[in-house]
């Protein structure tokens, strides 16, 4: 991830033609991938990509190992920032991950309010057919709201990311209702639904 401490920082690194503010997904090429950055920009030029190089160490020298960003000036899907992320050897060890008093064990999925051919370039990105208006990217699953028979009434959103699935452990730690979290059934489960404002998804918890 990049740490963004002003406004300014932030502009530089979003693409022109870019939403400000708008939610913003990385899809990181796995280590030992065949594919490269360089190869993603020679064959989505159309979208006007550009690539920014981050040193691991937070040097400025740009011979350092580090990780290599690839954006899009035109967005793969409207209204949200899509980018691919490499990194070099030597990669950094990774911290443990701490199990954390809600429960949550990782992202099941991102659910977008749009018409299937509006994710057509991303599944061209990610090398995935659009089966059943879902995609599938490794164990993580792109919904469209419409193809979601019991998906829970969710306000209205500026951007057309609308809701990010999380599975947990267990709902326990949601049982106290607050004004903004409630019990919901998802994909014929039982689900906890928090919801935000129109600016930011909402999160949708499940088993």
């Keep these: 991830m990049i740490e963004v401490t002003n406004e300014r920082d932030y502009l530089d690194f979003v693409p022109e033609g870019m939403k400000p503010c708008c939610p913003g997904i990385e899809l990181a090429l796995p280590e030992g991938s065949e594919s490269s950055l360089a190869a993603f920009e020679n064959e989505f030029s159309h979208l006007c990509p550009t690539t920014i190089h981050v040193n691991y160490d937070g040097s400025i020298d740009q011979r350092q190992p580090g990780w290599n960003y690839l954006n899009f000036e035109t967005p793969v899907v409207t ?21 954390h008093p809600n ?9 977008f309010d749009l ?17 059943g208006a879902t995609i599938k990217i490794g164990g993580i699953e792109v919904w469209l709201k419409n193809t979601i028979e019991d998906f829970p009434d969710v306000h209205a959103k500026i951007f057309p990311l609308i ?21 919901v059934s998802f994909m014929s489960g039982p689900a906890v639904h928090i919801e935000t404002n129109m600016q930011s998804w909402d999160l949708l918890i499940t088993l």
């Design 115 to 131: 018409e299937p051919d509006k994710l057509r370039g991303f599944s061209k990105l990610v090398k995935q057919d659009l089966s």
């Design 163 to 183: 809701a990010i699935i999380l599975k947990a452990a267990n709902l326990d730690y949601f049982a106290a209702q607050m004004d903004n979290v409630r019990k």
């Design 103 to 111: 429960g949550i064990k990782g992202i099941l999925g991102f659910v």
């Design 79 to 99: 209204d949200t920032f899509i980018w691919l992320a490499e990194s070099e050897e030597p990669i950094p060890v990774r911290e443990s991950i701490t199990d």
